[in-house]
């Protein structure tokens, strides 16, 4: 099993929306390192759902439920989507502040590279991140 996080920005598409819907389709990545994430993405992954830009915090976690196939968003073959289901919302999100602030983490991808919307999250990682939402 693999762990990720993706982005999304609440005012656009929010953990609510996700679980009004029961599943989405994570599609409109258009960077070459976040499709490649994408691309690894197995069926049965844990994927941490962050706010950005409002929140700035992990609010849930859902899996991967269909591995990549062609965006339907575009005809370009180059770009991929991935399909994913809500498991839980946290009863305390976990803000990026805290995740900064936590030596533990300071090799996490979302510091690292703050800018990319799909990122890896190492064993170790994903286990303290979701022991910090208890």
Do not use: C
């Not at 609510?16 to 690894?40: H, L, P, T």
């Not at 992954?45 to 915090?57: A, C, I, L, P, T």
């Not at 994913?84 to 990026?96: D, E, N, R």
């Amino acid at each position: 099993m693999n762990y990720w996080l993706v982005k999304s920005e609440p005012f656009k598409y929010s953990w609510d929306d996700f679980v009004k819907e029961g599943k989405s389709v994570w599609d409109g990545v258009r960077n070459y390192q976040a499709r490649n994430n994408m691309k690894a993405m197995q069926k049965g992954d844990w994927v941490f759902f962050y706010h950005s830009n409002e929140g700035v915090e992990i609010v849930g976690l859902a899996e991967v439920s269909k591995e990549f196939y062609q965006d339907p968003t575009t005809e370009d073959p180059r770009w991929v989507v991935v399909e994913l289901k809500p498991i839980k919302k946290f009863p305390k999100t976990v803000t990026l502040k805290a995740m900064k602030a936590d030596d533990r983490l300071s090799s996490l991808a979302l510091i690292k590279q703050s800018r990319l919307s799909v990122t890896p999250v190492q064993k170790a990682e994903f286990d303290i991140i979701l022991s910090l939402t208890e």
